[in-house]
């Protein structure tokens, strides 16, 4: 059976009771490290085959990133914290090397068929993808994604706020799920590189906390394998070091996918 990249590099290996093992593959860092989203992506996937029911999808994810992991293998302890009639929470630590690299709480369960129905968030307007520039490819993990700018100023370009996103698919397209889209909410360069008078910053934005809340059953029905996401991120404060970062991921045809925001250091 034909794998996309992502699905490679994402899997995990069980090997032992709530046990798996990933092994981190250098195309998917930034700088110094791997990309936080694609920790993410990881993580999610070892809590799903923990869950094993389909029908609960990913709802929440919070990680916090404790030091920087190296290329190879690594380990991932799980632990269902609580299973109910319709919601299962679940912890998850990935070690390398036996020291801790991240740790993550998350929320699986079943669509609700009752509740109130609001949604004031709107998704952006902007070109559709062919008409937008792609962004310029700087550091291994541009090769994964297909980015198509369209919100903001380009990065370093002295915009007027610190607003950024765009189109984006993987380079091998599929069908978003939750660990593509756990990726995604970290996938962009960050919004404060598109802020007024801010230089390149030489120790990156490294993500200390990240959260997800995914707002629609992934994979949707139906859904086109090759279709776009749509990213937005927003900076507000920037301050003793420290920037937040919100994001929303939005389908071709205006169903809010998910919602994020990270903590992450600016140095």
């Known amino acids: ?3 996309t990249r992502f699905e490679r590099d994402t899997a995990v290996e069980r090997v032992g009771d709530g046990v798996f093992e990933a092994r981190l593959d250098p195309g998917w860092w930034v700088m110094a490290g791997p ?3 694609y ?8 809590l799903e085959a923990a869950v094993a029911d389909p029908a609960r999808t990913a709802r929440s994810l919070t990680i916090h990133y404790t030091r920087v ?3 190879g293998v690594a380990r991932i302890e799980t632990r269902l914290e609580r299973a109910g009639g319709a919601l299962s929470t679940l912890s998850a630590r990935l070690f390398q090397s036996g020291q801790l690299v991240a740790l993550a709480l998350a929320a699986f369960s ?3 068929t009752t509740g109130i129905e609001l949604c004031e968030a709107r998704m952006p307007e902007v070109p559709p993808p062919a008409g937008c520039p792609p962004l310029e490819r700087r550091i291994p993990i541009h090769q994964r994604y297909e980015h198509r700018w369209a919100i903001g100023a380009q990065p370093f370009s002295g915009g007027d706020r610190a607003l950024a996103g765009g189109w984006i698919r993987l380079a091998e397209p599929r069908c978003v799920d939750a660990a593509q889209a756990a990726a995604f909410a970290d996938a962009f360069p960050p919004a404060i590189f598109s802020a007024p008078q801010v230089e390149r910053l030489a120790g990156g934005v490294p993500t200390i906390d990240l959260n997800v809340h995914f707002r629609a059953s992934l994979p949707r029905a139906g859904a086109a394998a ?3 996401t749509l990213a937005v991120f927003r900076s507000r404060v920037a301050r003793e070091g420290f920037v937040e970062e919100d994001g929303e991921l939005w ?3 205006g169903v809010l996918l998910a919602q994020s925001r990270q903590l992450a250091l600016a140095r």
């Open 110 to 112: 079943r669509p609700r």
């Open 39 to 46: 920790l993410a992506a990881i993580l999610v996937r070892a």
């Open 251 to 253: 389908s071709e045809d």
């Open 226 to 228: 090759d279709a776009f």
């Open 1 to 3: 059976m034909t794998t």
């Open 35 to 37: 990309n936080g989203g």
């Open 69 to 71: 992991p190296v290329e």
